[in-house]
């Protein structure tokens, strides 16, 4: 089961828009690999909808989105065909068609304790150098949120950016944490700066207006 800091794990597979060689597909670009249970299934059709409502915004924010569930591609196109008929919303990124779970497993999406044949509501969030940065794990039963994933993808492309770490809560806007002194010497050039400071070790600055 891959970790943050791992790289993400290579495969090929057939995709809605064709066959994909994942590494090839995510050179160079932030990626969010996200699996759902089922196609055809009422909270996956809302989440993989909010995904496609919000394409713009990955888009702006020079991210691929890649879909998986282990169902066949054909599968995989009569839901795409039936969703746009049903509600005018079409998939257009890739969706991965994992029938021989050989990704799913390869990606820690198969629990278990959750089910062993469908894979649980998992979040990969991939950065231009094809390290996964950070995961999020959802039930069966829970649909993800699609805020907390949008604000997630810029708060790591922030503090990449900016070299910062972004407290509880951070929305873009908002100060961001400098790393603390390592030295005495850092120490009193902090307290003679412009940074909002709560004690030495926990100071907050203004980033760039975007």
Known sequence: MPRIGDLAPDFEAMTTTGKMKFSEYIKDSWTILFSHPADFTPVCTTEMSGFALDQSFFDEHKTKLVGLSIDSIHAHIAWVNNVKKNTGVLFEFPIIADIDMSVSKRYGMLQPGESETAAVRAVFFIDPAGKIRLIMYYPLNVGRNMEEIKRALIALQTAD???VSLPLNWVPGEKAIVSPPKTVD?????????YEMVDFYLAKKELPKA
């Open 161 to 163: 950016k900016y070299k």
């Open 186 to 194: 850092e120490m009193i050039e902090r307290e003679a700066s412009d």
